[in-house]
Nanobody
Framework: QVQLVESGGGLVQAGGSLRLSCAAS????????MGWHRQAPGKQRELVAD???????NYADSVKGRFTVSRDNAKNTVYLQMNSLKPEDTAVYYC?????????????????WGQGTQVTVSS
């Protein structure tokens, strides 16, 4: 079994900063891409940012220049530093990771999701 546990959400004023963390644990052989999605009320879940095991990053246009995704491979943890937050960044933020695990006779790879953490930006 694999678990992703997020932390760091909360309430912040516009222009402020928050840092989200997501730690993966359990039956982990390797982790490929890790990242963050978000879902605002009444909207579809959207990619915010992700990062490969080699450190290649990808960002949604709406967060470029304000958010930074990073990871600590030794800790199986991904971070999202969010600066210059805007009210439109308000959403539930979900961590996700593509993880390879060992089974009794082989290996398998699947995508995992965290439980979500609320980020609220007041104007």
């Amino acid at each position: 079994q694999v678990q992703l546990v997020e932390s760091g959400g909360g309430l912040v004023q516009a222009g402020g900063s928050l840092r989200l963390s997501c730690a993966a644990s359990g039956n982990i052989l390797s982790i490929n891409t890790m990242g963050w999605h978000r879902q605002a009320p009444g909207k579809q879940r959207e990619l915010v940012a992700d990062i490969t095991s080699g450190g290649i990053t990808n960002y949604a246009d709406s967060v470029k220049g304000r958010f930074t995704v990073s990871r600590d491979n030794a800790k199986n943890t991904v971070y999202l530093q969010m600066n210059s937050l805007k009210p439109e960044d308000t959403a539930v933020y979900y961590c996700n990771a593509r993880i390879t695990s060992r089974s009794t006779i082989s290996y398998y790879t699947r995508d995992y999701w965290g439980q979500g953490t609320q980020v609220t930006v007041s104007s």
